[in-house]
């Protein structure tokens, strides 16, 4: 039996802090389903996640963001990775605080390192990447630091790695 008795795991956290990566061991260790909510959205919607921003705009993705998170929610015995920007609408809270949250904290400067190649974050093309890094940090640290659980992570710490130390601190906020 799994310690979180069926309990969802909702990982919060910036692009590139690893919500997908850690996510899906993060599953595997607990034997539990793993659902990306990009990757729902993507395939509900038959378009990339750099169309639909393109096509319906922030406001537009936020709200379908947060009509597959409700939906997601119904379920039990899931690790759900979610994008960077859940945490923005309040009305997602309520459905995230129907788990376990989870924020992985990562420093700018890895995210930078990881993010530098990428093109399939919108809010990350045609922009200074470490300003706007900081920037949606500066933004967005009080809402993530809402998790029940804040896991710090480095540069040497591998998914595995990362995904133990969630398991671990799992009992420190469960009563
Ligand atoms: N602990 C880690 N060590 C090394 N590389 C990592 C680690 N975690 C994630 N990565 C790499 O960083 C990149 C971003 O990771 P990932 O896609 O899991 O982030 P994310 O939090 O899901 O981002 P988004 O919010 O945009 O979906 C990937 O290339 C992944 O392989
Ligand atoms: O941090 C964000 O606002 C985002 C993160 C990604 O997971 C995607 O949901 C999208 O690129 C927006
Ligand atoms: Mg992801």
Not at 155 to 175: H, N, Y
């Amino acid at each position: 039996m799994s310690i979180l008795k069926g309990v969802n795991l909702y990982l919060i956290g910036m692009m590139g802090a690893g919500k997908t990566t850690v996510g899906r061991e993060l599953a595997k260790q607990l034997s539990y389903g793993f659902v990306d909510a990009d990757n729902v959205i993507e395939q509900t919607t038959g378009r990339s996640i750099n169309q639909l921003f393109a096509l319906e705009g922030e406001a537009g993705f936020r709200q379908i963001e947060s009509d597959v998170l409700a939906q997601i929610c119904a379920f039990t015995k899931l690790v759900i990775s979610t994008g960077g920007g859940v945490i923005l609408q309040q009305k997602n809270w309520s459905y995230l605080r129907h788990g376990l949250i989870v924020w992985l904290d990562v420093p700018v400067e890895l995210l930078y390192t990881r993010l530098a190649e990428d093109t399939t974050r919108p809010l990350l093309q045609d922009v200074d990447l470490k300003q706007k890094l900081l920037l949606l940090l500066e933004q967005r640290q009080a809402l993530y630091n809402q998790a029940d659980l804040r896991i710090s992570v480095s540069e040497e710490e591998t998914p595995t790695k990362v995904a133990t130390r969630v398991l671990e601190a799992i009992p420190t906020v469960l009563k």
